[in-house]
């Protein structure tokens, strides 16, 4: 395992960390980067070293200035019995999702590939750094796309990779804009911690646990 100083260090240079969040909880393992400082190059190795869904996690002042509503309360207020029925269920693992919407920039294509996905998540990240407006974002950008937005709803809330890596990126003092992708194995489940750490030690990357990070929320230190 490796410090926080460590991994704030790797998240300033545009490098990955790994981030897993705790046993008896979802027990994954997240590859993390900084948005603003993602490029293709980063995004190809969260789809084929990661595996899992690429998403961009923001904290709720961000998501608040923009009007993002969470996914499950546009659902709830659909009108649709199904949906809100659908939308309306916990996690297995005992909260709810942390999903908003997902979008795509406008100068790219189709908006998946690992170019474009660079883009949609560097040009976001930039708009939180400026603390852009709602107006700008919707110039900006379009929905539905293939970056998966989600919004923090705080350590005392949840603790998931959503409020864990925002949280990090507070503390690193960095924009509270984090691109992070669940890391699989290739069994069909989930990584196991163990893999996740071998994975990190063989490429040279930050190893944290999500209770160093609630660690500093104890402390005041991040929310």
Not at 99 to 118: C, E, L, Q, V, Y
Not at 127 to 138: H, N, P, T, Y
Request: aromatic letters at 6%; a positive charge; proline letters at 3%.
């Amino acid at each position: 395992m490796s410090s926080l100083e460590e991994a704030v260090s790797a998240l300033k240079k545009g490098k990955f960390i790994v981030l897993h969040d705790a046993k008896g909880r979802e027990d994954e393992s997240d590859l993390v980067c900084l948005a603003q400082k993602i490029t293709p190059k980063m995004v190809r190795q969260m789809r084929k070293d990661a595996g899992g869904l690429i998403c961009l996690a923001i904290d709720q002042e961000s998501s608040r200035r923009l009007s993002l509503p969470f996914a499950v309360d546009m659902l709830a207020q659909a009108g649709n019995p199904l949906l809100f029925c659908m939308g309306n269920r916990c996690t297995r693992y005992g909260d709810k999702p942390a999903f908003t919407i997902s979008i795509n920039h406008m100068k790219t294509f189709t908006g998946i590939t690992d170019n474009d996905r660079a883009l949609t998540i560097r040009e976001f990240g930039n708009l939180i750094a400026r603390r852009g407006s709602k107006e700008e974002f919707k110039r900006n950008f379009r929905a539905i796309g293939h970056v998966f937005l989600l919004t923090s709803r705080g350590l005392r809330k949840r603790r998931g990779h959503t409020e864990l890596s925002v949280a990090l990126a507070q503390y690193a003092k960095e924009p509270p804009a984090v691109a992070l992708c669940e890391m699989l194995s290739d069994t069909g489940d989930a990584a196991t911690r163990e893999e996740a750490a071998e994975y990190a030690k063989k490429r040279r990357i930050p190893f944290i646990e999500g209770r160093q990070i609630i660690e500093l929320a104890k402390k005041g230190l991040v929310v």
